[in-house]
């Protein structure tokens, strides 16, 4: 090649990678108080395919460490996670759920079958203790979900009971007798769940109707004050919480609950978890991104019904359904989990910390095997999704408080469709660090974020999840192919703040 075809072709590279290099101003207001409750990072662990049997809970046999049958190579990398709250028995199966089965001697225990999830016996052998025994070790705060479907109130308040009482009563000497002599104090406290649906396919007239009889009989025992979470809407249901919003009152309830899946494509046919290109990239972005009209649209409505924000909008259930992997029991609903699915966790977190004003609890499905999972098992295995890796890098946010962020993104374009490249939120915590997260879901092209900081944050440092590829997984054979690394694209100038954000991308930089 002759130095002038060398230059021109130096030139058309140039111009080639100025095209795909895209700048976004970025301001920070540091003026908020609205503070991201911790409970926004909360999960959920449904008795459901794998995720307390085979998951939580092994078989005594099975060659790891344990507490009671109780996994600990899974709580103990959950733990570093700090989760805040974790949501038992169910989704669907906590309306089929009676709680006196799962209590006491585990050898006399009835077996049922778990007619939601598979037709599989149940043994009960993990019930009520032994979930609050696996809180206690994740060190997070329980929220038991009761039965509306096929319980009594009679059932509910008796659970409440065994649970929170701590005077004399025969409730009360049960919990003893089966090793807790204190109270547990749960306070989160569903009434039903998907009642519309799984849940006895209620109308909301009906179902609000009965949330005032059975909250009625959930006592706030001394020294527990119950925090009451209605059934709320699927999706886009607006109907429903208009209605449950009008008929039950602020001061009956602490919540409502919203659920929303990323379906790439339909319900019937979600589409493979690991085959699948940019149509199932980009659809699955699109749709994650679509719950913040759920959130704007469910919170005018609660806002009329509760102008003080004071009802919670909790949204219990949330993440990316698949298809099963295959050769797996389709109703156990086990799904391997890429990097695509972990900026999904990434960019419906940024929305939740925006909108933290209303929503004050959320709560991944699910968190061991079972759906948008942050850990998977097989046998003696274990790894950590790249999901797993989005919640840790997060978890600066919790109780921190909300920094509202300012700026035009790019488009990231597929097809005759586009969706905002660029979603982000940022914190600063009671010691003043101040923890933002960007992600940049365009596939192909790099983004650099310019903003100005405080002058007082001095420093900045940071992690990124990324890979080669959107598909990319871990696997019990190459358990570390997607994970955290240092991020080096970010440089602070005095005040200016620079960030070169790769192509599908998750980063978090910390700035003090
Ligand atoms: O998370 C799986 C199921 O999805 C839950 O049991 C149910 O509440 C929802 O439909």
Same mark, same amino acid.
């Given at each position: 090649m002759n130095i002038k075809r060398l230059f021109a072709f130096a030139a058309f590279i140039l111009t080639i990678k100025a095209l795909s290099a895209q700048q976004v101003q970025m301001t920070m207001t540091d003026t908020s108080h609205q503070v991201i409750s911790k409970y926004i990072y909360g999960h959920f662990a449904e008795d459901l395919g794998r995720c307390i049997y085979g998951g939580f809970w092994v078989d005594s046999n099975l060659d790891v460490a344990k507490n009671d049958r109780l996994r600990l190579d899974v709580i103990d990398a959950l733990k570093k996670l700090h989760i805040p709250v974790l949501r038992w028995p169910g989704g669907c199966f906590a309306d089929q759920?009676? =709680?006196? #089965?799962?209590?006491?001697d585990r050898s006399k225990r009835p077996v049922r079958v778990n007619t939601t999830w598979g037709m599989v016996p149940d043994d009960n052998s993990f019930g009520t203790d032994e979930f609050l025994k696996l809180c206690k070790l994740l060190g997070t705060e329980p929220y038991i979900a009761g039965n509306v479907g096929t319980g009594t109130p009679k059932e509910m308040e008796d659970w409440l009971e065994y649970l929170n009482y701590n005077g004399e009563s025969t409730l009360a000497d049960m919990r003893r007798k089966n090793g807790h002599d204190a109270p547990y104090n749960v306070s989160f406290w569903g009434v039903g769940n998907e009642s519309w649906g799984c849940g006895g396919n209620m109308t909301p007239e009906y179902y609000s109707d009965l949330y005032k009889r059975y909250s009625e009989f959930c006592k706030d025992y001394p020294g527990t004050k119950l925090k009451k979470i209605a059934s709320g809407a /699927?999706? #886009? #249901?607006y109907h429903w919480t208009e209605v449950c919003m009008k008929n039950i009152p602020v001061s009956n309830m602490w919540g409502i609950s919203m659920h929303y899946y990323t379906i790439? *494509? $339909? =319900? *019937?046919?979600?589409?493979s978890a690991t085959n699948f290109g940019e149509d199932g990239y980009f659809n699955g972005m699109k749709k994650c991104l679509d719950i913040e009209t759920l959130i704007n649209k469910h919170s005018a409505i609660m806002d009329k019904y509760d102008p003080q924000k004071k009802v919670a909008l909790v949204v219990d259930e949330w993440g990316i359904w698949t298809d099963?992997? %295959?050769? $797996? /029991? %389709?109703?156990?609903l086990y799904q391997q989990n890429s990097l695509r699915d972990a900026l999904i966790a990434a960019s419906t977190l940024n929305i939740f910390n925006i909108h933290s004003d209303r929503i004050k609890m959320a709560n991944l499905a699910q968190i061991v095997n079972v759906l948008q999972a942050l850990v998977l098992t097989d046998k003696e295995k274990m790894l950590l999704t790249p999901t797993y890796y989005i919640l840790d890098m997060y978890q600066?946010?919790?109780d921190a408080t909300l920094i509202p962020l300012k700026f035009q993104s790019p488009l990231y374009a597929y097809g005759n469709e586009n969706i905002p490249a660029i979603n982000a939120s940022a914190s600063r915590d009671s010691n003043g660090a101040v923890h933002i997260t960007l992600v940049n879901l365009d596939p192909r092209k790099e983004i650099t974020i310019n903003t100005t900081v405080p002058a007082s944050l001095k420093s900045v440092t940071g992690e990124i999840l990324n890979s080669d590829k959107y598909t990319d997984i871990n696997t019990f054979d190459n358990p570390g192919k997607v994970k955290l690394k240092a991020f080096t694209g970010a440089a602070l100038k005095g005040s200016a703040l620079s960030v070169k954000m790769p192509a599908h991308s998750a980063v978090m930089l910390e700035l003090k």
């Open positions: 759920y009676h =709680w006196e #089965d799962g209590i006491g /699927n999706s #886009d #249901d790439v *494509n $339909t =319900w *019937n046919e979600k589409g099963a992997e %295959p050769g $797996t /029991n %389709p109703a156990f600066y946010h919790q």
